[in-house]
């Protein structure tokens, strides 16, 4: 049973940059289609960057694009996401979510925008930017 456990949030200033991660237990991440979540206050979550199992594919949210990296570690049994150029917009919960399978059924555009599609969640991380 997949495990996804969160770290690597905080503060952060406008322009800084974290590293957030995402390290599984109990199966190999390496064989997941993996997403970024965030929730901002207010308002519903939403898919800001997917990898696909084989890194074949990666996506970033238009808002996003340019500024965050997805990428695997496979030794860590970890995905991590990468943020440069933090905005106070990008203040919110971050979470990561895992499922098996997926681009068998969506392409990685479609995982990130249907958050239903994945199984299995992180408890998340809170990533705050401000001065």
């Known amino acids: 049973h997949l495990q996804l456990v969160e770290a690597g949030g905080g503060l952060a200033q406008p322009g800084g940059s974290l590293r957030l991660s995402c390290t599984a237990s109990?199966?190999?991440?390496?064989?997941?289609?993996v997403g970024w979540f965030r929730q901002i206050p207010g308002k519903e979550r939403e898919g800001i960057s997917c990898?696909?199992?084989?890194?074949?594919?990666?996506y970033y949210t238009d808002s996003v694009n340019g500024r965050f990296t997805i990428s695997r570690d496979n030794a860590r049994n970890t995905v991590f996401l990468h943020m440069d150029q933090l905005k106070p917009e990008d203040t919110a919960d971050y979470y990561c979510?895992?499922?098996?399978?997926?681009?068998?059924?969506?392409?990685?555009?479609?995982?990130?925008?249907?958050?239903?599609?994945?199984?299995?969640w992180g408890q998340g991380t809170q990533v705050t930017v401000s001065s």
């Open positions: 990898i696909s199992r084989n890194t074949d594919f990666k």
């Open positions: 979510a895992a499922e098996l399978g997926l681009a068998r059924i969506a392409t990685i555009q479609e995982m990130c925008a249907h958050e239903g599609l994945f199984g299995f």
């Open positions: 109990g199966d190999t991440l390496e064989s997941f289609d």
